[in-house]
């Protein structure tokens, strides 16, 4: 049973993984709203596996609205007194990540 589960788990992180790399293929297609669906399928599947969405991606959605965020499309990225600074162009939510951070911390 404990095999199984965490068979799932693997299974439920490539999906996701997969999920983000086509909600960016979509997104660069300019089709947002598939992008959008691709992160909520994603979410879905890390909820029900109990699997996180993978740091890398971490800055692909918005942590409010959870649409697929595109610098320059979707998102406005800037950067201000050494953070960054991403707002989402659906529901306005900015996030700030300082920049002097490691990269894990994002
Ligand atoms: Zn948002």
Redesign the pocket.
């Known amino acids: 049973m404990k095999k199984r589960k965490i068979l799932y788990k693997k299974i439920a992180r490539e999906r996701i993984d997969r999920l983000f790399e086509l909600a960016l293929e979509e997104a660069l297609s300019h089709n947002f709203k598939r992008a959008d669906r691709y992160v909520e399928i994603a979410r879905d599947i890390g909820m029900k596996y109990l699997v996180r969405i993978p740091r890398k991606y971490n800055l692909f959605f918005?942590k409010?609205?959870?649409?697929f965020l595109l610098p320059g499309k979707t998102a406005k990225v800037r950067i201000n007194r050494g953070k960054l600074v991403i707002t989402?162009n659906?529901?306005?939510?900015i996030r700030r990540i300082p920049l002097k951070a490691k990269a894990e911390n994002i």
């Open positions: 918005c409010k609205c959870y649409r989402c659906y529901c306005s939510f």
